[in-house]
């Protein structure tokens, strides 16, 4: 049982930060409708502008935490403006839009490493200590204000679409962007919020890694793969199923290595993916959002 115990909470803890990534992921592409996988950059780059701000240049850690979620939301916005929205404005197809968000994701990995290096870097702001017990499993103060944060958040983020006008122009524009339009819904501005609050919530994952675990400049591959994975068995166009889609992607992987050896979590995820992606690919909830 306390086997049984530790594995759900560890996929809880990672389920989360998946969770986090998802939800952005899920809330630029239901507003923009293309894939922007250089999302998982933004986690990686709000881990290492924390690492700058905190142990660097020893700003104090709620101000740096701060400071890193801004320039999370607006390192968000200048990739739409920027890159995005020109190939846009010139009709490029999403197969293009793609291909620059791969673009961007290696593109920035590799200036990350050519300036902070190849070895890991850690934050060290909380010193390892002694877990406390929860029915037999073990898990930290970090990893329990992991799970609550990323819950308030995300429960946050769902208030925010159903009843802030923000979010329900979003979710106008994600149902039916000629119809918003005709309403007066400005679809520029959504995309900009959208990848401001996106890239945020992406930035809130960063700050989350980079206090319990390491950084290294190639983990924003492995991170957009989990996030979309989660994204995908959800509805990858609704966030609160994109949102489920990551807990049962974080459980689904813990559980997995109570059979597999622990190298296999990622191919979990990968066999999770296909299974999607070919049988069900509208995800476990897109089909009835669509018929309600």
Request: hydrophobic share 55%.
């Amino acid at each position: 049982m306390s086997l049984l115990t530790q594995l759900t909470v560890n996929g809880l803890i990672a389920g989360s930060i998946y969770a986090l990534v998802a939800s952005g992921f899920s809330l630029i592409y239901g507003t923009n409708r293309f894939m922007h996988f250089a999302h998982g950059i933004s986690v990686v780059i709000a881990g290492y502008i924390l690492y700058s701000l905190f142990t660097v240049w020893k700003i104090p850690i709620v101000l740096s935490i701060f400071i890193t979620l801004v320039l999370s939301g607006i390192f968000g916005l200048g990739i739409y403006r920027l890159i995005y929205l020109p190939l846009q404005n010139k009709k490029a197809s999403n197969v293009i839009l793609l291909m620059a968000s791969i673009a961007i994701l290696i593109l920035f990995q590799n200036l990350i490493q050519a300036f902070y290096g190849a070895d890991i870097k850690t934050i060290g702001y909380i010193k390892v200590g002694k877990g406390l017990s929860f029915l037999g499993a073990v898990i930290t103060k970090l990893q329990i204000a992991i799970i609550i944060v990323s819950l308030l958040l995300l429960i946050s983020l769902y208030f925010f679409m159903k009843k802030a006008k923000l979010g329900r122009d979003m979710r106008a524009v994600s149902d039916n962007k000629e119809l918003a339009s005709i309403v007066g819904i400005n679809q520029r501005r959504v995309s900009d919020y959208s990848f401001i609050l996106g890239s945020a919530l992406a930035g809130v994952a960063g700050v989350l890694i980079a206090l319990e675990q390491n950084l290294e400049p190639a983990m924003g591959t492995t991170l957009i793969i989990k996030g979309f994975t989660g994204a995908v068995i959800g509805g990858i166009s609704y966030v609160p199923a994109s949102v489920l889609g990551s807990y049962i992607l974080g459980v689904a992987e813990n559980y997995g290595i109570w059979f597999l050896p622990s190298g296999y979590k990622d191919a979990i995820a990968f066999v999770l993916l296909f299974i999607f992606l070919l049988f069900r690919p509208s995800g476990l909830f897109g089909l009835k959002r669509r018929a309600a």
